[in-house]
């Protein structure tokens, strides 16, 4: 054994185990399934660009998102009457088909939510990963890499810009 407790054998091991961990995670397919503020924010995004009937929106959603989320009429429509509750959505019957637009309260919401719309939020490599996930799991097998074949003091610097990436990393969160 090394240092006092020290054993680079399990170390070793418990690294590729969180690595493991963390792949797991970031292997998940995105499912069919957003949250309510998901389906709002890609409704008025989408009418920001132009007026849709509530199966183009449907459609639009699920091209931007690569097939990766399909909303359902039964998450669209409600979300559409909601907005026309709130007076940022006005409708217009032509052709048996309820077009929809926005008023003018409307286009400042959707000004936003286009900025925030879930096709625009996340960066995907091409493989399904976020940027985000994939620069993770670069770190971790980079980290690995340390615990594997190291020094003592390779080591110990690793975990100093570990440490502090971390705390700059959650500042991020903290920052609004």
Not at 27 to 42: F, H, I, L, P, W
Not at 95 to 111: F, H, I
Not at 126 to 142: E, I, N, R, V, Y
């Amino acid at each position: 054994m090394g240092r006092a407790g020290f054993n680079p054998s399990q170390a070793s091991e418990a690294m590729w185990d969180a690595m493991e961990q963390l792949r797991s995670q970031f292997d998940r397919k995105v499912g069919t399934r957003m949250g309510r503020g998901d389906v709002r924010a890609a409704v008025l995004a989408l009418l920001n660009e132009e007026p849709m009937h509530g199966y183009q929106i449907i459609r639009e959603i699920t091209e931007r998102t690569d097939g990766r989320w399909k909303p359902s009429a039964g998450s669209v429509y409600p979300t559409l009457q909601l907005l026309a509750d709130e007076g940022l959505v006005s409708a217009e019957l032509s052709a048996d088909r309820k077009t929809y637009s926005l008023t003018d309260d409307g286009a400042e919401e959707a000004a936003a939510a286009a900025a925030s719309a879930p096709w625009v939020t996340v960066e995907t490599d091409g493989h399904g990963f976020s940027t985000t996930a994939k620069a993770g799991m670069d770190l971790a097998q980079a980290v690995a890499q340390v615990a594997r074949t190291g020094t003592s003091a390779q080591q110990e610097r690793a975990t100093e810009i570990l440490t502090e990436a971390r705390r700059k990393i959650y500042s991020i969160l903290a920052e609004d």
